[in-house]
C-alpha cells in the first residue's frame, strides 16, 4: 500500500518544492464562461461545437493557453463576455481586455498578436489582474482550496480576481497566476495571497508560495528564485537566460541545466539546477502513483 493512497493530491505533494513547477505560457487567452466547465477547456466543446475546433487550432498554432474565467461567487449572466489577451513574456509583458457579445468574436482575433508589443484591440490593463484555480472538474483540490482564496482576494481587490480553469499543477493548490507578469503560486493561504498581489502592485516579488514565473523553462525559473531568495530585486530587476548544456557536468545524471541571471545594476549570477527524486505518488486525486522528481538549485555563483 502506497503511503499516499486515499490523500488529496495537493496533501500527498506537500513535501514537493514549488520553484520550477509554473507552466510554461506566454500567451492567454481568458474568456468569461460563467456556466458549467468541462474536464478539458477546448475539448470538451463547453465554449459550443460551432468554433472549439478552430479555437484549438488557431490556439495551437500561436502557441496560447486557453483559459476559461469567471468572478468568484455566482451572478446572472448578461450575455456579454470580458476576453483578456495576455503576453505574459518576463520582459515586456502585457494586458488588454475587450468584451464580446458573441463567442464566434474570438475567431476575428489574431492571436499570433500576442507573441508582440500590444496591439490595441482592446483596453491596456495597467493593474495587475488575478487568476485563481477553481477548476473542479478537473481536480477537486482546485475547487475545493482554490475558491476560498479567489473570494478571500476578490474582497481585497475588487474588479481584479477571476476563477479560472486548469492553469497547470493541482498538486500545489491553491494554485494562483498574476497577470500580466507570470508570476505563479502555490499552496497559499489567503494572507500569502494578498501578500503576493500587493507586492507585485509595488512592483515587487513575494517569495512565499512562488513557483517562478511562466514565461521561464523550469531551469530559468529555479535560478531567479534562487537568486530572489538571497538578493533584493524588483519585480523588473532580472533578466534570466538559459545556458547552452555544459559537456563538463552533463554526465551526472541529476544535471538538468544552468542559468545566467543578470541584475540591471550589473550583477551577475550563475545557477545550476538538478533533481531530486521524491517517493511516487499521485499527481491527481483519484490517480495512481507515478515517480516525482523536483528541481534544485546548487549555490548561486557571483560572476565578474
Same mark, same amino acid.
Given at each position: ?66 483559459? !476559461?474565467?469567471?468572478?468568484? %461567487? =455566482? $451572478?446572472?449572466?448578461?450575455? +456579454?463576455?470580458? /476576453?483578456?489577451?495576455?503576453?505574459? #513574456? *518576463? &520582459? ?114 513575494? !517569495?512565499?508560495?512562488?513557483? %517562478? =514565473? $511562466?514565461?521561464?523553462?523550469? +531551469?530559468?525559473? /529555479?535560478?531567479?528564485?534562487?537568486? #530572489? *531568495? &538571497? ?74
Amino acid at each position: 500500500m502506497n503511503a499516499f493512497d486515499g490523500l488529496p493530491c495537493s496533501s500527498a505533494s506537500a513535501d514537493v518544492p514549488l520553484p520550477g513547477t509554473a507552466t510554461r505560457v506566454s500567451g492567454w487567452l481568458c474568456v468569461e464562461h460563467p456556466g458549467a466547465w468541462g474536464r478539458d477547456v477546448i475539448g470538451d466543446e463547453v465554449l459550443g461545437p460551432g468554433i472549439t475546433a478552430e479555437l484549438a487550432a488557431r490556439t495551437t498554432a500561436a502557441r496560447v493557453r486557453p483559459t !476559461l474565467i469567471r468572478r468568484p %461567487g =455566482r $451572478s446572472e449572466f448578461t450575455g +456579454v463576455r470580458t /476576453v483578456l489577451l495576455v503576453n505574459s #513574456r *518576463a &520582459e515586456g509583458g502585457w494586458c488588454e481586455r475587450l468584451e464580446i457579445a458573441d463567442l464566434k468574436q474570438l475567431l476575428d482575433i489574431d492571436l499570433h498578436l500576442l507573441d508582440g508589443p500590444p496591439p490595441g484591440l482592446g483596453e491596456l490593463v495597467t493593474d495587475p489582474l488575478v487568476l485563481v484555480c477553481a477548476h473542479g472538474k478537473r481536480d477537486q483540490c482546485c475547487a475545493m482550496l482554490g475558491r476560498p482564496i479567489a473570494a478571500a482576494l476578490s474582497a481585497a481587490h475588487p474588479g481584479r480576481v477571476w476563477e479560472c480553469s486548469h492553469t497547470g499543477g493541482h498538486r500545489f493548490a491553491p494554485a494562483m497566476v498574476l497577470l500580466p507578469s507570470g508570476l505563479t503560486y502555490g499552496r497559499v493561504d489567503a494572507a500569502a495571497a494578498n501578500a503576493a498581489v500587493a507586492a507585485v502592485h509595488r512592483g515587487e516579488v513575494a !517569495l512565499t508560495g512562488l513557483r %517562478g =514565473r $511562466s514565461g521561464h523553462n523550469p +531551469v530559468e525559473q /529555479v535560478a531567479e528564485l534562487a537568486v #530572489r *531568495a &538571497e538578493v533584493a530585486a524588483g519585480l523588473d530587476d532580472l533578466t534570466v537566460r538559459s545556458e547552452p548544456e555544459n559537456n563538463s557536468v552533463a554526465t551526472d545524471p541529476t544535471y538538468v541545466g544552468s542559468a545566467l541571471v543578470s541584475h540591471h545594476d550589473g550583477r551577475r549570477w550563475r545557477v545550476t539546477a538538478r533533481t531530486v527524486a521524491y517517493a511516487p505518488r499521485q499527481a491527481s486525486c483519484g490517480a495512481g502513483p507515478k515517480p516525482v522528481t523536483a528541481l534544485v538549485a546548487d549555490p548561486i555563483q557571483p560572476l565578474p
